[in-house]
């Protein structure tokens, strides 16, 4: 593997955000999140290590209804689902983000609803924990 600074792994996972990514309404609330699927479970969890913050799910098996009922690849799910995480991500892709993405993120955040977090987290939480992947299958 390559040795990437922080700065140059941020660009990195923002584009596959660019690329892959959506951000969601969670359900019908006015909070909101941000996603990656796809069937590279390497990839996510280095979008998991660039941003330090989420979850990965996955993978997760999905019949192909086209195909006599063979199985798609097998997908990975990165996500931010609380405000703290989800503006700390938007932060920290902003200078790498197109118009269109910028204009959403914004106006997710203007929009949501605001929830006292249980607690505040401090920098050194920051981290990858091993419980931030969690396996399905």
Known sequence: TTYMNIKEQLAWASGIFEGEGSIVRLGKSNRWGLRIAMTDGDIIARVLEAFRVGRVYGP????????????????????????????????????WLGNRRKEKLDEALSGWTTVKPRHKRTEAEYSPRPNMIKRHG
Do not use: C
């Not at 098996?61 to 503006?87: A, C, I, M």
């Open 60 to 95: 997760y098996h999905q019949p192909n209804s086209h195909n006599n009922g063979k199985l798609y690849k097998d997908y990975f799910v990165w996500t931010v689902n609380n405000r703290v995480d989800f503006e700390i991500v938007a932060k920290m892709m902003s200078p």
